[in-house]
């Protein structure tokens, strides 16, 4: 993980490929080459260590990761070879155990010969050989002469016989072997004069010239026998304890499967684009994730399936591959996608550590060999309390006992259709529960006639009372607390635009950040204090907190030229002086931060009013002014009023939605004395003043707006308020942690819809329907009915699936007779008993 170089890699391969798939045991050649390769590593990094070296003249960016240099290992560092010494280290206190133990090197043959002649056989051959297999004796013979040879002949002697035509004749002697030729005939094994059984060794030396070819493949042959020897002794159960450790290797795949879904951004090209979460967020879904997950996902389940078949010669396949691939992506592909090297971040090289925990224990289960019979989950070993728990745990992961059961079924040789398989599962499952609750009622019994101690009845009920009263009340609590954990959500930019009839808009100013003040405590106390005398307000007020308020001023002066073309302004000109009603709207756009997909980051909203050509039967004056307005003949200080125009105070919620907030408007008229056309809000907006403004010497035209305020308006004392300009003050809702999003985001209704109503059905059916699950659920002893379904897996994997029916049919039949059942389940004091019968009753 320090060093994910090209001169690294054999070290992993090496102890994953060679040393951990050895049986019994990693040999003293992996120990000597481990530590060969080692020192080679750090003699060569210390070689380019050197300044004078181009490539350590200069710093290599961090985003480079296949530069030479580095790439390959040879990058000039401060501790360049801090961790190999460390493993140079480790490896020779390893060595000088396993010395310790007398396990460094391999036992060697006590046999010896040394010379062509007669030797005795032990009482093993002797038996053999009286069974008929005399070939398999000599053989073995041949093969103890052939490495220790005669004595006194040496390497250089032996090189010559076998250059100068040492070749093997006899057809029973072991083709592995090159060199002279030893012949075991039947007659060679004779009795002596102690009526001892002997075996005659003779060699023989021949032109190997005249076999040069076949030389040539037996030489090839012996040097990749102990290859070959290394894969046999994998293939071969031997005299192995076999061992059951798939679950562990379970686990880590699990571990790895959450360290891809919550740290896929250290997997990706970019870093600042938020993860998993803003991609769910988006409902996007980047494709490398999705391949990550399934390609994580398919591994689990091919190793399940290697499992359940007890594959071995694929679990092997299987080993390699995952080996070399997990190397060739995490040490070279995820550097070349990410641009930076694999250990940058810390999720994977989490994910690799993982993997090489698998790894291990995959290749110690190659070692040991699968079980001979896999019967049921891991989890149903014992019946404690930690055991109940965690299966119900299992059993309340979304699909997993779906899937568990599916895959066991298709790779597990049965007789058993599907709907069968899953009535067994569902039946061991209950059963295994049941056990567990009588195990622990007999390690705590509870004696008869005594009244429940108070201790238990307020833990156990009292939590289960507090936690059904706070879900009832826990959106109220949730949404009433939300100002003491959201953060204050003033708007960031404010736009406001008024049109009058269909034509271009005559006013349009936005007020953004300088333009927008927060109140301050102190001008939320003079707010408060001006309504103290009015409940409703101060009721209103209450819900918001001083920094909740935002003051937005907008300028009177319109930021856009009213550039109307002049058979519009006479269209217009002709409108104002008919008799047809015209409609002034006063839109506002609203921009705030939003950490919730559902909530839009801008509100938009508006306000039409209408301008009637008669009031009372009489002309409307304001329809005359606004005609003196576009023709330019009016006074300086003439201005066009707009009634029930402008919202002063506004609620703006996070749900993109804005309110007036009538609490705080004083009443400017009698409500009796509104016109309808106005509408029954009218009393929560105010009037506008508009006026058209002309600069001859440019031969310019803008609109000034402000808002029309009396010299007793009780406004004018609301702090920050300007009546020269339009003010208008938002409340706002808080912006909850984004954390709190998916609670929040749906609104007090949408959370009592959901999570109150969904938790009530849950505890619905925990709460009634009990009865008809007595029959099944209050067994007093379960033990048989256990014992029933674990000798339906064992006879399984024994391959007896005539069996297997006989005892599944039997175990249905339980379960459709409710009398054969309770006799089944009759505690162990009862079984030689009946019960009494009721009493007649009076």
Not at 1 to 17: G, K
Not at 234 to 239: K, S
Not at 603 to 622: F, K, S, T
Request: charged letters at 20%; one cysteine or more; aromatic letters at 14%.
């Amino acid at each position: 993980i320090q060093s994910a170089t090209i001169l690294s890699i054999p070290l992993p391969l090496m102890v994953f490929m060679w040393g951990t798939l050895t049986i019994p045991r990693p040999t003293k050649t992996f120990w000597v080459t481990l530590i060969a390769y080692t020192e080679v590593i750090v003699l060569i990094k210390s070689m380019f260590q050197f300044e004078i070296l181009p490539w350590n003249q200069k710093v290599i960016p961090a985003d480079m990761p296949f530069t030479a240099p580095r790439i390959i290992g040879i990058e000039r560092k401060f501790n360049y070879a801090l961790y190999d010494l460390l493993l140079l280290l480790i490896i020779f206190l390893h060595r000088f155990m396993l010395k310790s133990l007398g396990l460094w090197k391999e036992s060697t043959p006590e046999i010896e010969l040394r010379e062509d002649m007669e030797y005795p056989l032990n009482a093993e051959d002797t038996q053999l050989v009286a069974e008929g297999h005399i070939t398999e004796v000599g053989r073995k013979y041949v093969k103890l002469h052939d490495q220790i040879g005669p004595p006194g002949d040496t390497d250089e002697r032996r090189g010559e016989h076998f250059d100068s035509g040492g070749h093997t004749q006899s057809s029973e002697f072991d083709e592995n072997e090159a060199g002279p030729s030893k012949s075991v005939e039947d007659d060679h094994y004779k009795v002596n004069d102690d009526q001892e059984p002997i075996i005659a060794v003779t060699t023989t030396l021949e032109n190997t010239y005249k076999h040069y070819p076949e030389v040539m493949m037996l030489s090839v042959k012996r040097y990749l026998r102990p290859v070959q020897r290394f894969f046999q002794r994998m293939l071969a159960p031997g005299a192995r304890v076999t061992a059951d450790i798939y679950a562990y290797m379970f686990l880590c795949d699990f571990f790895n499967f959450l360290v891809v879904i919550f740290g896929f951004a250290a997997f990706g090209t970019h870093q600042g684009d938020g993860g998993v979460q803003t991609y769910l967020e988006e409902n996007k879904v980047p494709i490398p994730f999705l391949v990550m997950l399934i390609l994580q996902f398919a591994l689990i389940v091919i190793d399940r399936a290697l499992y359940l078949r007890k594959f071995m010669l694929g679990k092997i396949l299987f080993q390699y591959a995952l080996i070399i691939g997990v190397h060739i992506w995490m040490f070279f592909v995820l550097p070349f996608i990410t641009e930076r090297t694999f250990n940058a971040l810390l999720p994977p090289p989490m994910w690799y550590m993982l993997k090489c925990i698998y790894l291990l224990l995959s290749a110690y289960q190659i070692r040991c060999g699968y079980p001979r019979r896999i019967i049921g989950n891991f989890l149903c070993k014992s019946y404690h309390f930690l055991n109940m728990m965690f299966f119900r745990g299992f059993m309340t992961v979304p699909f997993l006992f779906e899937l568990r059961t599916l895959m066991d079924w298709i790779w597990t040789d049965t007789s058993m259709n599907l709907m069968d398989w899953l009535k067994m599962e569902d039946i061991f499952a209950s059963v295994f529960l049941l056990k567990c609750s009588r195990y622990l009622e007999d390690e705590f019994p509870q004696p008869r006639g005594v009244k429940k101690a108070n201790f238990s009845k307020y833990v156990l009920g009292g939590g289960v009372l507090a936690f059904v009263i706070a879900i009832i009340w826990f959106p109220l609590v949730f949404f009433a607390f939300g100002n003491t954990v959201g953060e204050p959500n003033p708007p960031t930019d404010v736009t406001v635009k008024i049109r009058i009839g269909p034509f271009l808009p005559v006013y349009q100013m936005s007020a953004q950040s300088h333009n927008i003040d927060v109140f301050t405590e102190q001008d939320y106390t003079q707010l408060s204090n001006l309504y103290a005398r009015d409940r409703t307000a101060q009721t209103f007020l209450s819900n918001y907190m001083y920094n909740d308020v935002a003051v937005i001023t907008i300028n009177p002066n319109s930021t856009l030229k009213w550039e109307i073309s002049p058979p519009e302004l006479d269209r217009l000109k002709r409108e104002a002086a008919s008799n047809a009603t015209l409609m002034v709207k006063f839109t506002y756009v609203i921009t705030h931060p939003t950490n919730a997909v559902p909530n839009p980051p801008t509100i938009e909203d508006h306000r039409e009013v209408p301008i009637n050509a008669y009031v009372d039967g009489q002309p409307n004056p304001q329809r005359e002014t606004l005609r003196k307005l576009l023709d330019g003949t009016t006074d300086p200080d003439t201005w066009l009023t707009v009634k029930y125009l402008f919202p002063k105070f506004l609620k703006v919620f996070n749900k993109g939605t804005t309110k007036p907030a009538y609490q705080l408007m004083p009443p400017q008229i009698e409500e009796e004395d509104i016109d309808s056309e106005y509408g029954e809000e009218a009393i929560v907006y105010r009037d506008v003043l508009l006026r058209l403004e002309r600069d001859s010497e440019k031969d310019v035209m803008y609109w000034r707006v402000r808002e029309s305020c009396s010299v007793r308006d009780p406004l004018l004392s609301v702090p920050l308020n300007n009546c020269d300009m339009l003010v208008m003050y938002t409340f706002n809702d808080k912006l909850f942690p984004e954390t709190l999003n998916f609670i929040s985001g749906s609104g007090i209704i949408g959370l009592y819809t959901t999570f109150v109503f969904l938790a009530s059905r849950v505890l619905r059916g925990f709460f009634s329907g009990i009865y008809t699950r007595i029959m099944f659920d209050d067994l007093p002893n379960a033990d048989r009915v256990l014992q029933l379904c674990l000798d339906i897996y064992l006879v399984r994997e024994a391959l007896e699936l005539a069996l297997e029916e006989d005892l599944f049919a039997k175990l249905v039949f339980l379960y459709r007779s409710p009398e054969t059942m309770i006799k089944w389940s009759r505690p162990k004091d009862e079984e030689n008993t009946e019960q009494p019968a009721l009493p007649p009753s009076r």
